[in-house]
């Protein structure tokens, strides 16, 4: 075992600070990767304040962090994909058995035994639980290690690990093309990668979203059209008329207020996570067969193909670098929705530590 740096948490009501953590040395298939990115999803929030205490508990303290870049340090003996220096990538999963029928079938995020980035059970028992990104290193068995384009910018590719996959496997799953039209409720770093990938796809893409100050950058990033939702004169004029809709909300909201847009058969599906329960009104749903369905993230391979989709495509999230100092800063702002549109930790900052 080693020592490394990291950011954690002791409590749900603590703020997040300097630790040091202990990382298992290498096995056969591991890869060691110094870690140079690390993107601050809102699921690191809602976990590090225990705001899902109903489904999956936070063991403390918590290291958070899913959305990593890093290069590669060193390799176990039986390695074959990587090797020192290369850039790689790590997302929401670190483990699964491989052998179940969602592992065979590329679905490792809905493996019985998978094993989360952070506040997962961990299998080699270096600590209790995972411990995640905000860190100088970090281990991980090679099948869970992904390749990183080389053209692009890598503060922006880091989310592209979580908020990138979350938003492109729906959008695949749900045959989003040319033709459709394609709402995403909520310009947060999901949101505004999910209206990068639906633009990309062909869609035809609405905004909904309650700053309407963000008007402009949606516009920018790829949307045809921009719904302030609060508004509902705006929103009654889409009735009945999508294809598909992508809610990306962290809090509790009408869903039924978007159910009502979508046409015959129309889909909505949930990938933010609101911590309490939300009220389907069934004439919603049935008055035009309409379905309301959930996605979580994606799987190795399907995160390796969207990955280099957006090398192809010149793709990356639009990022404000932060030093881990101001981390607990930036989770402030993000609860306010002040976030353009990812915020991501340059982790050089961790030296000073
Ligand atoms: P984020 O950057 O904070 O974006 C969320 C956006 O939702 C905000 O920017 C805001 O957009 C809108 N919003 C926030 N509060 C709202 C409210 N009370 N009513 C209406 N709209 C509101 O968060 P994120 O990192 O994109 O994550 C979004 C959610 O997805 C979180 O719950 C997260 O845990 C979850 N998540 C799920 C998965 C998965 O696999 N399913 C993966 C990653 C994250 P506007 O300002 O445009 O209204
Ligand atoms: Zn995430």
Redesign the pocket.
């Known amino acids: 075992m080693y020592n490394t740096k990291a950011y954690s948490a002791v409590s749900a009501t603590s703020p997040l600070a300097s630790d040091t953590i202990e990382r298992r040395d290498p096995t056969e298939h591991d890869v060691q990767i110094q870690i140079l990115f690390c993107g601050?999803?809102?699921?690191?929030?809602?976990?590090v304040r225990n705001e899902?205490s109903d489904f999956i508990s936070t063991t403390y303290p918590i290291v958070p962090g899913h959305e990593i870049v890093g290069r590669v340090t060193q390799v176990g003996s039986a390695v074959t994909k990587y090797k020192p220096g290369d850039l790689t990538a790590i997302g929401?999963m670190v483990d699964s058995d491989g052998t179940c029928p969602h592992c065979r079938g590329g679905l490792e995020?809905f493996c019985p035994n998978m094993t989360q980035t952070y506040n997962s059970p961990d299998k080699h028992k270096t600590a209790p639980v995972t411990y995640g990104g905000y860190s100088d290193s970090i281990v991980v068995d090679e099948r869970f290690v992904l390749r990183v384009p080389s053209n692009l910018d890598l503060a922006g590719v880091a989310p592209l690990l979580?908020?990138g996959?979350?938003t492109y496997s729906p959008l695949r799953h749900w045959g989003v093309t040319e033709g459709k039209k394609v709402g995403v409720?909520?310009?947060?770093?999901?949101?505004?990668?999910g209206v990068k990938f639906a633009h990309a796809f062909g869609a035809h893409v609405v905004?909904?979203?309650?700053?309407p100050d963000?008007t402009e950058d949606?516009l920018r990033l790829g949307a045809d059209e921009v719904v302030v939702?609060r508004n509902s004169d705006e929103m009654q004029k889409h009735t009945g008329s999508f294809d598909f809709i992508l809610d990306?909300?962290?809090?509790?909201?009408d869903i039924n207020a978007y159910l009502n847009l979508l046409r015959l058969d129309g889909n909505i599906t949930?990938?933010?996570?609101?911590?309490k329960p939300m009220d389907v009104a069934a004439f919603s749903l049935i008055m035009a067969r309409r379905s309301l369905s959930?996605?979580?993230?994606?799987g190795i391979t399907e995160t390796q193909e969207m990955l280099d989709f957006c090398g192809e495509h010149n793709i990356t999230a639009d990022v404000e670098v932060v030093p881990i100092q101001k981390v607990n800063e930036a989770y402030d702002r993000?609860?306010k929705?002040?976030?353009k549109?990812?915020f991501v930790i340059d982790m050089a900052s961790l030296k000073s530590e």
């Not at 990306?248 to 909201?253: E, F």
């Open positions: 601050i999803c809102h699921s690191d929030v809602h976990s899902w929401c995020q979580c908020a996959i979350t409720v909520g310009l947060g770093g999901l949101g505004h990668m905004v909904f979203t309650t700053s963000k949606a939702s990306t909300v962290s809090a509790k909201h949930l990938v933010g996570a609101p911590e959930g996605s979580m993230i994606g993000l609860l929705s002040d976030v549109y990812r």
